[in-house]
């Protein structure tokens, strides 16, 4: 019985690793949340092909502080392009109300645009076998999260 409880505090642990430099994300990676420094960094971050990935394969982006200058990608892989279908949430009006939805059936990328992503918005990615599923959540007053087609 003890040996059933200790292990039971890592149960849901989730693998989390900084991303500090351009990267291409392996399929060995599923199911990690990454993290984005956000101020000025300007590399961008590739998916693993789809057909590599497999479905139900997922990661997640935080970023870490308010976005400065400079965007940064989330990227289909090469050969991958017009595989993201996106549904982005955000910008805040004085109600706390979303104002701006953003959807797209075929982009590119996940931009993280400068000067308006907030520390806090996120990105989760899904692989459904030859498509990403994308769904963002961004805070600020415009959507610091949009997309590239």
């Known amino acids: 019985i003890i040996m059933s409880k200790s292990g039971r505090y890592s149960a849901d642990r989730k693998k ?12 060995a990676e599923c199911g990690t949340i990454f993290t984005l420094p956000g101020g000025t960094d300007s590399y961008n971050v590739t998916l693993p092909l ?11 982006f935080v970023l870490l502080a308010d976005k400065g200058s400079n965007a940064q990608l989330i990227q ?3 050969g991958d392009e017009d595989t993201i279908i996106a549904s ?3 910008g805040l009006d004085d109600n706390s109300q979303a104002d701006n939805v ?5 982009a590119d990328a996940v931009r993280i645009p400068a ?3 907030k520390a806090g918005d996120t990105v989760e990615l899904i692989c459904l076998g030859s498509k990403w599923h994308a769904q963002a959540f ?12």
């Open 16 to 27: 989390v690793k900084a991303i500090t430099a351009a990267k291409t994300i392996t399929v």
């Open 50 to 60: 789809l057909a590599d990935a497999g479905d139900g394969w997922w990661c997640k």
């Open 76 to 78: 289909a892989a090469s």
């Open 88 to 90: 982005i949430y955000g």
């Open 102 to 106: 953003l959807s797209d059936a075929a």
């Open 115 to 117: 000067s308006v992503a």
């Open 138 to 149: 961004s805070a600020g007053t415009a959507v610091g999260i949009d997309v590239t087609t």
